[in-house]
């Protein structure tokens, strides 16, 4: 059974960092990919970062490029998103994802870890 844990969510005011974490057990993220989704209240689910060692992609979103960098460490079977220069607007629930291939589509969810960004 595939898990994904995510961590690292909280508080900060606009301009701060905050390190978010996925933890995947179950799945072979050596031949998969792990992405990032955000929710804000009211809003769809956006897609805003994704890495892949299937085809060695890295993608973002437009709305995230330049502030927000995801890695990995394949042995711990970890994706991480450093989020710098926070926004209110990158306020909502930041789901991670995995996917058995490249980064669209994906197989299974994560629950979800709150970010609140204040201005």
């Known amino acids: 059974e595939v898990q994904l844990v995510e961590s690292g969510g909280g508080l900060v005011q606009a301009g701060g960092s905050l390190r978010l974490s996925c933890k995947a057990s179950?799945?072979?993220?050596?031949?998969?990919?792990l992405g990032w989704f955000r929710q804000a209240p009211g809003k769809e689910r956006e897609g805003i970062s994704c890495?892949?060692?299937?085809?060695?992609?890295?993608y973002y979103a437009d709305s995230v490029k330049g502030r927000f960098t995801i890695s990995s460490d394949n042995a711990k079977n970890t994706v991480y998103l450093q989020m710098n220069n926070l926004k209110p607007e990158d306020t909502g629930v930041y789901y991670c994802?995995?996917?058995?291939?490249?980064?669209?589509?994906?197989?299974?969810w994560g629950q979800g870890t709150q970010v609140t960004v204040s201005s």
């Open positions: 994802a995995a996917s058995p291939n490249t980064c669209y589509p994906y197989d299974h």
């Open positions: 179950g799945f072979a993220f050596d031949d998969g990919a």
């Open positions: 890495v892949s060692n299937w085809d060695s992609r890295t």
